[in-house]
């Protein structure tokens, strides 16, 4: 298997599909979409991975809809794929052997919000930034952060994380019951909304993360959060990277309760100031925040400076005022597409490794070394709190050589963060590019045993088909 | 079903166990017990249902042991249960159709601590207590605490939690990675050492409150934290139930840190005075816990102390001494024993359910009523901070009116639970006890979808049958 020759999967019955499209056709008029650029839309558009388009967009409005949905796929073992933003980076949304692709965006509302339980339940086609604006008159936020505006069915979806996991979690951590149609047609609630139980086996946390390949989730309960009453962020460059990952290692040690603690490569910080006009010092930095009490922010804020100090980071400047903070973060979150700033007109693939922290600035060195060797351009920004850090290394499609200087790097960078017993991604998923990479990653045993479960509940492999792990 | 009448599963071939016994014994020797008081004391001891024992009780040293033994008896088709302590509460340690229970307390040791990544390795069969001794030196802790000092292989496999859950999350959010055996033999590690990762289904969840009926835990990977630099304890009596759930709900929602806050009601203090000779003022009390710095607990001890006077509480005493904290504390974990001071003689069956937390009062207020109406005795402790509480109803087993009552009183409460949107058990699990209520808790797909996944994992059931649910 290669990162760019998908999975072979028998195709669906082309009669069955046809079936199917005229059915969805017939039954949701204009909101079963077939023209060629919404399909290919809905396929995949952050990567180079080979666009392959469904054969019918879908938008269904109610859990209802899309149980109709499901049983008529079912019916003709045609495949579907769930739809949500389409922000993800693995070919998570391309339908590789056609199908119907069901996107969630119609499903977009607040059902209910309950701020004394601190939690919310929503449907799955709600963005993030969505949910945040219509919560704030409540005084409650939802934190999770992965700088796209993604929808949080696609978040759920993919166990996404973010900027602020190293204080709030991730997705795991913060899901509290799902909603889900099953291949078969069949709603399952995962949980009911107590703040914990042992009532079963965890079906939550098996959606989660599952890449909609168990099934479509259609509600979601998620924690939320009061929004703190005082932040402050800051910026501090230190002489090196591994000087900004000791302090960063000495930061979640001591306890410190840093709510986003991120690392930007030198590189990465001329993309910044290219791409956002910045002018910062152009070596390795770390970007953090604080959230808490006005008093505790400041003490927060204080002991950080002293650890960086200790390693020779500085100065460390740090902004309260929102708009200083807005700009920093809107800058951050644009990593992505200040990297194109450094190579203007290629293409890149975004990728994540994820180590234990111990091992960081070994990892995020040894990779330099490489980047250097090679001379490939690949700029780092990390969650380096979770150990976790993201490339965005700029080819030119059109070269095969660099192509293939590429993919022999992004093995090398998965060997690594693998030999020091980390995860092939921390956070973007698996879907059709990173699935040769989980064969390394876990023993033949636990890959049987992610199939049994993808068996069990997709007996004839029609949710989102190719993804994950080999049927 | 009945709670006391268990599932009615097919017996194993009487030959086939002779078999898996004699080679037991043969292979490991005096590691092979087939005494009736050690195969008693492996069924079940902390509640009255029917003893069940194995047939066998078997004590592997290693991974490869447990492979060998569940090799052994899936070659045979005899069940197998796993045994930690013997501490959970629902029946999870009865054999109902006998096989080898398999105790893993001599599988006891920490296999490799991280200090500078927060996690620890170990095996299955170290106790919380031992494990917290053995890190002591690190500056180190593992802070889930259900009270008994049970194995970490169980805890895993109840999804435990306990009194300081409302801070530090359940096993649930502190399992990292886990080894397990599966019920072929296959040994499967669920994930890596890196501290996220969205490479797969989270086998690591799936196993964690499985109560061993997909595998046997033999190495796990846990979270640790910073012994805290302060802590401070104390107690505060409320005029009533309501005022003390209501100061709870303001002191979470206020975002304040607590570590635990727990609620006595007045009958439950009074066992803790018969029981501990604490002399405490025989009202609702709730005992809180912060961890912090030095300044940090003495705000939030005072911002608590502040909430309670809001609802009438008062007045809040506190405990920095490690010796008058102990005190308190030991007095809250002895509550189940205390329980007992209030009718000598007379058995009990500890159980707990969980509701979202802007329904426990109105939940606990409800189970008041229905105590005095009934006439039943039964003390509540409660993890309030999450909505879970206890009930420890006081009952004379020989007495089939008594038994009777508590019975239809025990129907009530789950009823109540699942009402306010509750889960029939927090943290103590289904095992046998509960598997009835499960099916209130749960609608039918959702049973389907568990069942589908302990079919795929253990098509002949032979890893402990008869728990969760019907097969």
């Given at each position: 298997m290669n990162a760019f020759t998908p999975v072979?999967?028998?195709?669906?019955?082309?009669?069955?599909?046809?079936?199917?499209?005229?059915?969805?056709?017939?039954?949701?008029?204009?909101?079963?979409?077939?023209?060629?650029?919404?399909?290919?839309?809905?396929?995949?558009?952050?990567t180079w991975l080979p666009v392959e388009a469904p054969d019918v967009v879908v938008y269904p409005q109610s859990t209802d809809e899309v149980v109709e949905i499901v049983k008529l796929c079912a019916a003709h073992k045609v495949p579907m794929v769930p739809f949500g933003t389409g922000t993800s980076f693995e070919g998570h949304t391309n339908a590789p052997i056609g199908g119907v692709s069901i996107d969630t965006s119609m499903m977009?509302?607040?059902?209910?919000?309950?701020?004394?339980?601190?939690?919310?339940?929503?449907?799955?086609?709600?963005?993030?930034?969505?949910?945040?604006?219509?919560?704030?008159?409540?005084?409650?936020?939802?934190?999770?952060?992965?700088g796209a505006d993604a929808s949080l069915g696609g978040m759920v979806s993919t166990r996404a994380s973010g900027t602020n996991a190293v204080r709030y979690g991730?997705?795991?951590?913060?899901?509290?019951?799902?909603?889900?149609?099953l291949p078969s047609g069949e709603v399952v609630t995962t949980a009911r909304r107590a703040k914990k139980s042992s009532a079963g086996y965890d079906l939550t946390r098996l959606f989660v993360g599952a890449e909609g390949t168990l099934g479509i989730i259609t509600e979601i309960t998620l924690k939320l959060y009061g929004i703190p009453e005082a932040i402050s962020a800051g910026i501090c460059p230190f002489p090196s990277v591994r000087a900004a990952c000791d302090a960063t290692i000495m930061t979640i040690q001591s306890g410190l309760p840093v709510a986003r603690i991120e690392?930007?490569?030198?590189?990465?910080?001329?993309?910044?100031?290219?791409?956002?006009?910045?002018?910062?010092?152009?070596?390795?930095?770390?970007?953090?925040?604080?959230?808490?009490?006005?008093?505790?922010?400041?003490?927060?804020?204080?002991?950080?400076?002293?650890i960086a100090k200790e390693f020779g980071g500085g100065p460390f400047e740090w902004a309260t005022k929102p708009e200083e903070r807005t700009k920093l973060w809107q800058a951050r979150h644009d990593a992505y597409w200040a990297a194109f700033a450094l190579r203007p007109g290629v293409k890149t693939i975004a990728t994540d490794v994820c180590v234990p922290?111990?091992?960081?600035?070994?990892?995020?060195?040894?990779?330099?070394?490489?980047?250097?060797?090679?001379?490939?351009?690949?700029?780092?920004?990390?969650?380096?709190?979770?150990?976790?850090?993201?490339?965005?290394?700029?080819?030119?499609?059109?070269?095969?050589?660099?192509v293939a200087v590429?993919?022999?790097?992004?093995?090398?960078?998965?060997?690594?963060?693998?030999?020091?017993?980390?995860?092939?991604?921390?956070e973007h998923g698996v879907g059709q590019?990173?699935?040769?990479y989980l064969l390394k990653e876990h023993p033949a045993a636990t890959l049987d045993a992610m199939r049994a479960i993808k068996h069990a509940f997709d007996p004839h492999n029609i949710m989102n088909p190719g993804k994950i792990v080999q049927f």
């Open positions: 072979t999967l028998p195709k669906p019955d082309p009669a069955a599909v046809q079936t199917v499209v005229e059915a969805l056709t017939a039954r949701f008029g204009n909101r079963a979409v077939t023209s060629k650029a919404v399909r290919e839309q809905h396929a995949n558009t952050l977009n509302k607040i059902i209910a919000v309950h701020p004394e339980d601190l939690d919310v339940v929503i449907e799955p086609g709600i963005t993030r930034k969505a949910l945040n604006e219509q919560l704030r008159d409540t005084g409650l936020f939802f934190p999770i952060d992965p991730t997705m795991k951590d913060n899901v509290m019951a799902l909603k889900v149609v690392l930007a490569d030198a590189m990465q910080v001329r993309a910044f100031n290219l791409h956002s006009k910045l002018g910062l010092e152009e070596k390795p930095m770390l970007f953090v925040e604080f959230h808490g009490t006005d008093r505790g922010v400041e003490e927060q804020a204080q002991r950080f400076g002293e922290i111990s091992r960081l600035a070994e990892c995020v060195e040894e990779t330099h070394e490489d980047i250097e060797r090679t001379g490939i351009l690949a700029p780092i920004v990390g969650h380096v709190g979770d150990g976790n850090f993201h490339l965005t290394p700029l080819v030119d499609p059109d070269s095969p050589e660099e590429m993919q022999a790097f992004l093995e090398r960078l998965v060997e690594r963060a693998l030999k020091m017993e980390g995860t092939c991604t921390g590019a990173k699935m040769k």
